[in-house]
């Protein structure tokens, strides 16, 4: 079995790296924590970078989980390569431009670009955002299934990932105590559906509402609460159509033995117990 | 906060007790009863083709709707004893306010024992009551609202420098905090239940009705989107109270909230000065549509 440790950073092609950088820092409310000729990492947290934008297709995007060291990370190569899922080993440039160790490449069975590192690298100094987000760091992503049923099988079953709760047939899937590190959602072709930072309080989700609505940043969703992980979310809108969110008060799971996953409905009413309606890109 | 929060008492030896009712003039009696069940979510509680009464907590009311065409709203206090009525009333006149004592038929309109009224120096209606009504039925909302109780009430003052030593030296009422000349003002562990707000008008600017939590709050927020209603501010957090809040409005205009998260005051609260400006009235940056928590004042700085 493959033991993510955590969620580690996402990279993200894009035509306009200008746009990408003002949005990420003065509408998200990252740090700039290196500017390369075609690359810019962003902070927003204790690791050096948790988001990359760089030159390229704006479909090609990629999550990465981090895992123990050297040792597992060779030991998953295996596992995937028995499981006939292809994997590729990061060049020397490669690693040095994600600031890890090692990483593998492969694809989940919807053809969601995934990268294993080992030995990321921290930072010594502090995230401090462009704008006050509240932001305490990168929690989570959601990835589009062509069919959601047989990735939960992978992601339970080849990795250590548990099913929290479902909505729809959609899992929300935990790697540790938080109630979910990755979602799985039903959408037409593979691609990060979100990218979730969380926040510090309720204020920060409620004030960059009002924020984002002077902006005029389209709100996607929000704000509102999930039934199922008890976090109040705001979803607004990124460049290339990519949906962000922030969150506060995610559900920990610490009894994990006698822990049962529900079932909620893929209605607004199973997303939010406030009453807001969602308006993902379809 | 608690229920009980809601029904702490003041100190015996403080003059008022505890905030009563509100009378509100409406010229459409039917109207403004369908608004107080279909959307406050408060219990009716009798009334004939005049008057309407509604229950919202451990009161027998807290809200009445008077038919009238003429403007009118009206607040009451309750005190412990007739000693301190008589006492009220003689400060009252030594001010030159014309404290009237309530007839027999007002007292019993207004289901309590005896009453003085007065207006302050704004011309805000004011009723000081003794042994108002306790109904020993639970209240039942209409909707669930999560209602735990009337709260406080807001109001307009046009001669803020009179009306605020009225209510402290009168009424032994305490500052907590002030936005620019405006003040809110506690009788007991409550951060305020009555707060002043500098204006060209008298009248009660917002009658606050505390629910359960935030999810009641962002709930109605929704539910009076839908339903087409006009939110006049909010959901907003006011930053020197604390309150997370949802102001909006009744037909014929007055505006009621839905408030949570009073913040409860310690002896060593020492009152603080804000600026008057839109942010002062809100940490969320929710934009008021009442001029008197700042509208069509650009927020900035964030």
Redesign the interface.
Known sequence: MIELENIQYCRLGTQDLEAAEIFATRVLGLEVSARERNAIYLKSDHRDHTLCYFEGSPEDQCTAFELQDEHTLDAAADILEKQGRPVRFGTADECESRRVKRFVEFFDPSGNKIELVCRPLMSGIRYHGMRDAGIDGFSHVGLYSSNPARDEAFWTTICNARVSDRIGDAPLLRIDELHHTLAVLPGKKPGIHHINHQVGSTDDVQRSNRFLVEQQVPIVFGPGRHPASSAQFLYFSGPDRLTFEYSVGVMHINDEPIYRERQLAPTPKGLCHWGALPNFPA | MTIASLQTSAAPNAVLEKLCYVRIGVPDLAAAAAFATRILGLEPAGGDDARAFFKSDFRDYSLCFVATDQAYSCLAFEVRTMERLDDVAASLQALGLRPRRGEPQDCAERRVKAFVAFSDFSGNEVEIVWRPLVSGWRFFPSRDTGIQGLLSVDVRSTHIAEDEPLWTQIFGAEVSDRVGDGCYLRIDDMHHRLSLHPSDKAGILSINFAVEG??QI??S???LH?SQSRIVHG???TPASGE?FLRFEAPGGQVFSFSTGMEMLRDEHRTRQYRQAAGSHC????QSLLPEFGALEQ?GG?
């Open positions: 935030i999810d962002m709930q927020s929704y539910f839908d959901p907003g957090r997370i940490l969320w940056g929710s927020m964030r």
